[in-house]
């Protein structure tokens, strides 16, 4: 069993930054892939990120490719999302989410994810 919890969203500017952070409890971190989603009000939840277990390798949505960056430190049991050029598309609630090992070694299906996190506003005006 795997608990995430979210921090970091807030309120920012076009052009600003925001880093949001994903703790997760357990273990057997660093043997979960490990994904940033997102949902935005009246649309439906939207990958935005995703990592390996190793950290080795990461896959980016065309719309945030270039500007958002995903990390993880193991050794902490977080991983993280840095927004860089927050555009007043990118508002939403941001989850976090672990896949057990297994499977794709890479997906942007959410449903391939086996916990999330219960989310963290992210708010850009312009």
């Known amino acids: 069993q795997v608990q995430l919890v979210e921090s970091g969203g807030g309120s920012v500017q076009a052009g600003g930054s925001l880093r949001l952070s994903c703790a997760a409890s357990g273990r057997t971190f660093s043997s979960y892939a490990l994904g940033w989603f997102r949902q935005a009000p009246g649309k439906e939840r939207e990958f935005v990120a995703t990592i390996t277990d190793s950290g080795d390798d990461t896959y980016y949505a065309d719309s945030v490719k270039g500007r958002f960056t995903i990390s993880r430190d193991n050794a902490k049991n977080t991983v993280y999302l840095q927004m860089n050029s927050l555009k007043p598309e990118d508002t939403a609630v941001y989850y976090c989410?672990?896949?057990?090992?297994?499977?794709?070694?890479?997906?942007?299906?959410?449903?391939?994810?086996?916990?999330w996190g219960q989310g963290t506003q992210v708010t850009v005006s312009s």
């Open positions: 989410a672990a896949r057990t090992p297994g499977g794709v070694r890479i997906t942007n299906r959410g449903y391939e994810y086996d916990y």
